[in-house]
Nanobody, 123 residues
Framework: VQLQASGGGLVQAGGSLRLSCAASGRTYSTYIMGWFRQAPGKEREFVSG????????WYAESVKGRFTISRDNAKNTGYLQMNSLKPEDTAVYYC?????????????????WGQGTLVTVSS
C-alpha cells in the first residue's frame, strides 16, 4: 500500500482544514488507518485512528471533539477534518495504515506511511 497525504497549509487559530490520505492497492479497505503528527523537536504522536469499515474511531485526548476521522473505501481515501485549530496543532501530519485488525496508537504498530503534509496554525 502506498499512501499520499495532502491538504495541509497555513490557517489562523480557530480555523479548519481537511487532510486527505489517498491510498493505492486493493487491500486498503481491510486496513486500519491512522493519523499521526510531529511538531518540530518533538516525537511523532498519535492523533486519530479508524477501523477498516469506518465504524470504529479513536482519538488522542488533545484533539477529541475538534478533529473527525473518516474514510471512503470506494475511493481508497481517508480524511481528517480539523476544526477549532490551535497553534499547538502545528506539525507535519502523517497518515498510516495497519494490517492487523485491532487498534494501535503506536508508530511501531503501523506498516505503511505517507510522506506527511505540513499544517501551520498561526495565533
Amino acid at each position: 500500500v502506498q499512501l499520499q497525504a495532502s491538504g495541509g497549509g497555513l490557517v489562523q487559530a480557530g480555523g479548519s482544514l481537511r487532510l486527505s490520505c489517498a491510498a493505492s492497492g486493493r487491500t486498503y479497505s481491510t486496513y486500519i488507518m491512522g493519523w499521526f503528527r510531529q511538531a518540530p523537536g518533538k516525537e511523532r504522536e498519535f492523533v486519530s485512528g479508524i477501523g477498516s469499515s469506518g465504524s470504529d474511531t479513536w482519538y488522542a485526548e488533545s484533539v477529541k471533539g475538534r478533529f473527525t476521522i473518516s474514510r471512503d473505501n470506494a475511493k481508497n481515501t481517508g480524511y481528517l477534518q480539523m476544526n477549532s485549530l490551535k497553534p499547538e496543532d502545528t506539525a507535519v501530519y502523517y497518515c498510516a495504515a495497519r494490517r492487523r485488525t485491532y487498534p494501535s496508537v503506536s508508530t511501531s504498530g503501523y506498516d505503511y506511511w505517507g510522506q506527511g503534509t505540513l499544517v501551520t496554525v498561526s495565533s
